[in-house]
């Protein structure tokens, strides 16, 4: 399946109608979104929503994998706007009839959905999709490819409380070679200027990663030290085919979050885990439910940057 990063920015497409990925997007393009999903999230909060913003257009959740957190922000999302929404449940649908991604994308195209939510197991699926359909496709997580909605609640919710997107250190911690979480982080924090540390075990975080611009640790206590931003991840036993971790309990000892490792941070450095969570696997409950964690929050900005996303979208990527 082709791969969406090839051939330079592909984030709301060569024509501004579709968002593939991060990869290549210069940040004069990000800022404009970060600051509208800035407003959406100040009218969430005071109920006042642009309900017709998106009357009368279809919204389609595609989605092969399972996901209540961003199908359920996505669909939020959409209705807060006005969008008509409709879940599709593979485990329900023709595509377990035997039926392929491009027959599907043919179905779609032909009941007119203006909007198309795609998150699959294969990296370029929503790449590919979007040469095939007349709809605007938004890829929310494909593979170990990109997770582009999750890099900009992420860039949000650290501007919202460093008062800047620049100029930071920021520690990506944890199973990093499954991660289209991490891929999609690292494009957007190096392309605005940040210092990007990758932690993790070598069975997860190789040593070829530092290409990607970034500096590879494989101690919590090196890789901490003085960052702005500890983002966690989670642990991807799913796609993991081999025991690259000997055991829950001694990854937690090695590459856990507790207090001892966060104050190697510097103080009030934010805690960032794009969810869901394994308690005592990746990260301490009392680190994750403290003042310094903004988990919460970060799922808030999920449904206000994918409100910008498909205004931008249904915009034709104008403002």
């Known amino acids: 399946m082709a791969e969406a990063s090839s051939g330079g920015s592909r984030f709301f497409g060569p024509s501004d109608r579709h968002l593939l990925g991060i990869q290549g997007m210069h940040p ?130 650290i501007r919202r409380h460093l008062g800047r997107l620049e100029g930071l250190t920021v520690a990506i911690c944890g199973d990093i070679v499954h991660s289209r979480v991490a891929r999609s982080n690292i494009h957007l924090l190096t392309s605005m200027a940040n210092k990007v540390r990758l932690v993790g075990p070598p069975t997860l975080v190789p040593r070829s990663m530092a290409s990607l611009g970034v500096e590879v640790h494989h101690s919590m206590e090196t890789g901490l030290r003085d960052v702005d931003v500890v983002m966690m991840l989670r642990l991807q036993k799913e796609r993991m085919s081999g025991g690259l971790i000997p055991s829950a309990r001694e990854y937690f000892r090695y590459y856990g979050l507790d207090q001892r490792r966060l104050d190697l941070a510097k103080p009030g450095a934010l805690v960032m885990h794009p969810g869901p969570m394994n308690r005592g696997v990746e990260i301490a409950s009392q680190i994750a439910d403290s003042d310094q964690s903004v988990i919460r929050e970060q799922v808030e900005m999920g449904v206000a940057v994918r409100m910008a996303v498909l205004d931008r979208l249904s915009r034709g990527g104008r403002s």
């Open 28 to 157: 004069s393009r990000i800022e404009p979104i970060l600051d509208l999903a800035e407003s959406y999230a100040l009218l969430s909060r005071s109920r006042k929503t642009p309900r017709d913003l998106l009357r009368g257009r279809t919204l389609i959740n595609l989605f092969f994998e399972d996901s209540t957190r961003t199908r359920t922000s996505f669909e939020l999302a959409g209705k807060r706007l006005g969008a008509d929404v409709v879940n599709m449940s593979v485990a329900q649908s023709s595509v377990n009839k035997g039926e392929t991604l491009l027959d599907t994308a043919a179905t779609l195209n032909a009941m007119r959905t203006d909007l198309l939510v795609v998150r699959h197991s294969q990296s370029g699926a929503p790449a590919l999709l979007a040469q095939k359909v007349d709809a605007a496709v938004i890829n929310a997580g494909d593979g170990t490819h990109e997770h582009p909605t999750q890099a900009l609640l992420d860039a949000l919710t």
